[in-house]
Every structure is written in structure tokens, then in C-alpha cells.
């Protein structure tokens, strides 16, 4: 298909202009962190980085840092645990329920985070509070992997659904056990998927405040410092610092998983090119 040239050049302003909306804000907080005075002017008349070296000194955002980075490596762990199994389960076997599974494991990340939030804290209170269990880490990595997995099950199922059952099939007629099958012939065709899901489902679960606000207790994750700190004008030069830091801990991961899949789609349609005779 062959565009005009006004064509063209509405889609060029069209996407200048969606790049426009999105990344001009995050542009003004990354400005902002550099802003030598405390009280926040635009345009901004001096520049500084010691806000940087404050920000890093500040015991309760490295605590929070902590915090955060903890809660998304566990949420990370639990979902590519879940959502590996339960995309292997849905795209290579055939049982009563199967497409419901794929709705279910959706659902969470399409219900507005409060509801989730909501219902956490009420399991946490009402059912497992009489066990023992209290709000903390543990708390928080439940609560993010309940939408941390559908990133890392749509990853997986997605590249299954690319790759040929008869690999496993011929695996098993040659004497391999499920565990051999899986680490010698499934795990190589699905490791990239792996990793795009887990990094994406880190950068989710690192922004995450809705569902932390319910399932944190009086803990503060870095984006909840962020949120609670707002309100205080003094420190609003330190929460630019930090929101700046977010920002480029979410972009790296992201990036990353792009690069994968993008690779990863290209190599297959290489190796699919190069087969043809």
C-alpha cells in the first residue's frame, strides 16, 4: 500500500503529537529535579544536581528504594512461576474450562486497582489475620503478583502458541520425562518470553501504588513515598529526584522486553525465510 503525501505527513504529526502528550510531562519532572530552588517556576532560572546527592543521603527513600525493589522481585518470582504453569497448561493440553483460565488470569489487571486493592486487605484482615499473618513485604508481593502474572502469561502462551507441540511430542517418543522435555526442548523456544514477561512484570510491580496503598500496612514503597510526600513544599525537590530515578528504573525493563520480543519475532521470521526453499 503506497501513501499520498499528505498521508505521510499526517501520520508524522500524529505521532509527534501522541509522543508530544505522553513524554512532555516526564520531560518537565526531569527538568525539575535539577532546579536549584526549592519552590518549583517555570521556566526554571538555575540548575543544580546537589538535590541528587540529598535525595541519596535520605535514609527513608533508600529504605523505601529497598522496599520496593524487594516487593518486585518476589511479585516478579511468584509470576513467572504461576504464569508459566498456567500458560503451559492452556496452550498444550485440552480440558473442561481451558479459555476460562485465560479470562481468569486477565481479569485482575482489567478490575480497577482499588477494587483489587480492596479485596486484598479484606482477605488480609478478616482471613488471614486470625492466622497470624499482618501487613508487610510478603503482603505487598501478593497483592503485585495478582497482576504481575498476566504480563508474564501472555509473554509465554503467546510464544507457545508460535512454536509446534510436535517438538514435545518427539521428545517424549525419544524417553524424555516431563522435567527433560521441558528444560531441554520448551524452556530454550520460551526463555526470551520468560525474561520480557519477568522485566515487564519488575517495572509493573516497582510503579505499583494503588494496590500498595492497601496491602503495605504503615511501609512505604518508593512510589508511595512519592504520593505521601507530595503534599510537603520542602521536599518537593528530592520528590522530583526520586520520580526522575522511577522513571529510569521503569524504562530499562521495559526497553529490555521490547528488544526481546522484538529480536526474537525477527529471528523467527528469518529462520522462516531462510527454510523456504
Not at 9 to 37: C, D, H, K, S
Not at 231 to 239: F, G, K
Request: proline residues 4%; hydrophobic residues 55%.
Amino acid at each position: 500500500m503506497v501513501e499520498s503525501r499528505f498521508t505521510r505527513l499526517l501520520l508524522r504529526l500524529g505521532t509527534a503529537a501522541t509522543l508530544v502528550f505522553i513524554y512532555v510531562p516526564l520531560a518537565v519532572v526531569g527538568l525539575y529535579a535539577f532546579n536549584e530552588n526549592v519552590t518549583q517556576k517555570w521556566p526554571i532560572e538555575n540548575y543544580s544536581t546537589k538535590w541528587f546527592s540529598i535525595a541519596f543521603h535520605d535514609e527513608k527513600v533508600r529504605d523505601a528504594l529497598q522496599l520496593s525493589v524487594l516487593a518486585a522481585l518476589g511479585a516478579t518470582a511468584i509470576a513467572l512461576v504461576l504464569g508459566t504453569l498456567a500458560s503451559m497448561a492452556v496452550a498444550r493440553y485440552r480440558f473442561f474450562g481451558r479459555e476460562v483460565i485465560t479470562f481468569a488470569v486477565i481479569l485482575p489487571i482489567a478490575l480497577p486497582g482499588i477494587v483489587t486493592g480492596l479485596a486484598l486487605q479484606a482477605t488480609i484482615v478478616d482471613v488471614l489475620g486470625p492466622l497470624g499473618f499482618s501487613f508487610g513485604l510478603s503482603t505487598i508481593i501478593i497483592g503485585h503478583a495478582t497482576f504481575c502474572v498476566v504480563v508474564v502469561y501472555n509473554n509465554v502462551i503467546a510464544r507457545m502458541r508460535r512454536t509446534a507441540g510436535s517438538l514435545d511430542e518427539a521428545s517424549a517418543d525419544l524417553g524424555a520425562d516431563s522435567w527433560q522435555t521441558f528444560r531441554y526442548v520448551m524452556l530454550p523456544q520460551m526463555r526470551t518470553a520468560l525474561l520480557a514477561g519477568g522485566l515487564l512484570a519488575f517495572a509493573l510491580s516497582f510503579d505499583e501504588v494503588v494496590v500498595t496503598i492497601f496491602t503495605s500496612g504503615a511501609q512505604q514503597t518508593l512510589p508511595i513515598w512519592i504520593f505521601a510526600t507530595l503534599s510537603r513544599p520542602a521536599e518537593l525537590p528530592i520528590v522530583n529526584v526520586v520520580a526522575l530515578f522511577v522513571i529510569i528504573v521503569s524504562v530499562i525493563p521495559v526497553w529490555f522486553a521490547q528488544k526481546l520480543s522484538g529480536s526474537n519475532e525477527g529471528d523467527t521470521a528469518k529462520t522462516m525465510a531462510d527454510a523456504e526453499p
